[in-house]
């Protein structure tokens, strides 16, 4: 079965980090772009960060350029998200996402469980 794991979430001041955990089984996870994206209450889903299979090429939002670090472990089957300096505006649930490199136009197509952010100011 294909498993996206997320964890690391929790409560953290303005200002503190956490670091976000996205284990995956049950598929090619060195043939799969993964993605973070965050959906706070009342607010449409939006991505955060991605990171490439090939060449580990990464991607953030504007709203995270410089707070947030994208990583990833192939032997482990395990991507992170090391958030910096956060704001009370990044608290919402987070959810890693699996989609295939190889194919040119792919979609989203595995998704993790969320794991709950909160940011107090």
Do not use: H
């Not at 889903?45 to 990464?58: C, L, W």
């Not at 953030?60 to 956060?86: C, E, P, W």
């Amino acid at each position: 079965d294909v498993q996206l794991q997320a964890s690391g979430g929790g409560l953290v001041q303005a200002g503190g980090s956490l670091r976000l955990s996205c284990a995956a089984s049950g598929f090619s996870f060195e043939d799969y772009a993964i993605g973070w994206f965050r959906q706070a209450p009342g607010k449409m889903r939006e991505g955060v960060a991605s990171i490439m299979s090939s060449d580990g090429s990464t991607y953030y939002a504007d709203s995270v350029k410089g707070r947030f670090l994208i990583s990833r472990d192939n032997a482990k089957n395990t991507v992170y998200l090391q958030m910096n300096s956060l704001k009370p505006e990044d608290t919402a649930v987070y959810y890693c996402a699996a989609k295939d490199s190889r194919v040119v136009i792919s979609r989203y197509e595995y998704w993790g469980q969320g794991t709950q952010v909160t940011v107090s100011s």
